[in-house]
């Protein structure tokens, strides 16, 4: 009898267990069997219980996602809608009658995070129902087809399954973030604005070309503001007139024969007044400049016109059209004031940078022609020089090309080499044109012209860079040149191409105590001083060109 019992025991333990007798033998009992039986007895029991609560379970789920303050949609396992709250109707703005048992949602535009439409295999609750998983913070934009804006969602989604691991739903939750994206929308907007502000300024900053950095102003314009065309009319005092500079956007080149005086029109109202004009409708408006774009086809139907000012001053306007009606908030406004005051700066810097270049070239050549002033002074004092400094300048700015030398090192060589001899205007004539070989002490007066030239001409700024010719021509490549004795390369490289131009014209000019030499000669000459006079290379590069042949 108690084997008996044993043995039973041990086979309600085994089916607890969820084991056959083919599965495990039976076990010897023991002293815990008793309790294993009451446990299995007490499991039984209790899924009875569920079983019978299970209506009052269903009906508190009911009660709690009907009160939840997020949108829930409970799917079936085919896709039907078998439930759902009434924050969901109210955040999908869909009535309960069309809401319930949808699957297909052809009526709904769902797009991406990214604005993207996403298809139906990846809505939600067929992502889950497809990977068994849980979906985590997914974000949609969800419209009805009379909706005029997407409401942004954050979604998760997660699966219910049978107790044999079938899927038995989906529960969706969605929550509101449309504040959120509004907010991170007007960021993002806010950042590329900024950034084209700081491209625009790098146009107008590191560019003194117009056209560059007005077509870079008038291409953010278009991309930023949404608009479809964009031009600049500059402002004329000498004529009072608007002209166009610069456009982008346009069908047809009728723009640019824009010429609007100021004070006529839109465009030159609102630079007359300084104040933005909106005209809404332009099939309504008469404005005979506008009525020629139209009629060329351009197809505009609204128009913006800013005035541009900078420091005070009416530098033109900037004028934006539309083939479309939209409506254009305060932030728009504020941006399309911003992009005109860049268009004012850019305008105005380069009309100051013109108004400099035109005065630096006046200014130059002021300079030029009061140096020139002075080499004729010099030549009148001694006819048999006469054109001498005009020749060997030409030829040494020659020559000193080959070098390399950029062309402002150019203009500061040509004022050097003109001015050579400025110095002698200290020494005596009676030294200057005595006809017999000087003595030794007025060799020592005659020397001081190259430090008579350096003292004169170091006190002017722009003649600083000038100064070697004059004061380094008489240097010699051995040493034995004055007034410092430099010696090699440690004699500037314009002094030593000098110094061999200044010998050619010299022999190649006639004298009154002596005739000119041939060229042959003079070259031969030349380059017989080569390491001891002359530069070596110098003599080489100036015999080798084309340059001193006659």
Not at 112 to 125: C, M, S, V, Y
Not at 126 to 155: C, H, P
Not at 395 to 421: N, Y
Request: glycine share 6%.
């Amino acid at each position: 009898m108690k084997r008996s019992n044993a043995a039973t025991k041990s086979q309600i333990r085994i089916a607890a267990s969820g084991q056959t007798g083919t599965d495990k033998k039976l076990e010897t009992p023991g002293a815990g069997d008793e309790m294993v039986l009451q446990r299995s007895i007490r499991a039984v029991a209790d899924r009875r219980r569920t079983a019978e609560d299970l209506p009052a379970n269903n009906e508190f789920q009911r009660s709690l996602i009907e009160n939840l303050p997020v949108g829930v949609i409970v799917h079936a396992a085919d896709g039907q809608i078998i439930q759902f709250n009434p924050e969901a109707s109210r955040l999908l703005r869909i009535p309960a009658d069309r809401l319930l048992g949808n699957v297909t949602a052809s009526e709904w535009s769902i797009v991406r995070d990214d604005g993207t439409p996403l298809p139906a295999k990846e809505f939600p609750h067929n992502q889950v129902k497809a990977s068994g998983e849980v979906l985590k913070n997914l974000v949609i934009g969800f419209a009805g087809e009379r909706d005029k804006g997407y409401t942004w969602l954050l979604v998760n989604a997660y699966p219910e399954f049978h107790g044999d691991g079938r899927l038995r739903q989906v529960v969706v939750t969605f929550t509101d973030i449309s504040h959120i994206k509004c907010a991170d929308e007007r960021i993002r907007r806010h950042l590329e604005q900024l950034t084209a502000l700081v491209e625009i300024d790098r146009a107008i900053n590191f560019s003194f070309d117009l056209d560059l950095s007005l077509t870079t102003l008038l291409t953010h314009v278009i991309v930023q503001l949404g608009v479809d065309a964009a031009d600049i009319l500059q402002f004329k005092p000498s004529t009072k007139t608007l002209e166009y500079i610069a456009g982008r956007g346009f069908h047809s080149k009728t723009i640019e024969k824009a010429h609007q005086p100021l004070g006529e029109g839109h465009a030159g109202e609102a630079a007359r007044e300084r104040k933005i004009i909106h005209i809404p409708n332009l099939d309504k408006q008469h404005d005979q400049y506008l009525r020629k774009l139209l009629s060329a086809g351009e197809g505009f139907v609204n128009y913006h016109v800013v005035p541009l000012v900078a420091k005070g001053q009416i530098m033109g306007v900037m004028e934006v059209f539309h083939r479309t009606r939209l409506e254009r908030d305060k932030e728009w406004l504020d941006f399309l004031v911003a992009l005109g005051a860049q268009a004012a700066i850019a305008i105005d810097n380069f009309t100051l940078f013109n108004s400099l270049q035109r005065s630096n070239r006046e200014l130059a050549q002021a300079y030029d022609a009061t140096i020139e002033g002075w080499s004729r002074a010099l030549e009148l004092r001694d006819n048999e020089t006469e054109g001498h400094s005009q020749r060997v300048a030409e030829l040494t700015v020659k020559l000193a090309r080959l070098f390399g030398l950029s062309e402002a090192e150019l203009v500061q060589v040509r004022w050097g080499a003109l001015l050579h001899d400025i110095g002698k205007m200290g020494v005596p004539d009676e030294i200057l044109f005595k006809r017999v070989a000087l003595t030794e002490d007025e060799w020592v007066v005659m020397k001081k012209h190259t430090v008579n030239a350096y003292e004169m001409l170091s006190p002017i700024r722009y003649l600083r860079a000038a100064l070697d010719i004059p004061y380094a021509h008489h240097e010699k490549w051995d040493g034995s040149g004055y007034p410092l004795g430099l010696k090699g390369e440690q004699i500037p490289l314009v002094a030593r191409i000098f110094a061999v131009v200044d010998v050619w014209d010299a022999l190649r000019s006639d004298r009154l105590y002596r005739t000119s030499w041939s060229v042959k000669k003079v070259r031969n000459h030349i380059k017989s001083l080569a390491g001891t006079h002359f530069d070596p290379h110098v003599v080489k590069v100036c015999l080798e060109s084309n340059i001193l042949v006659d």
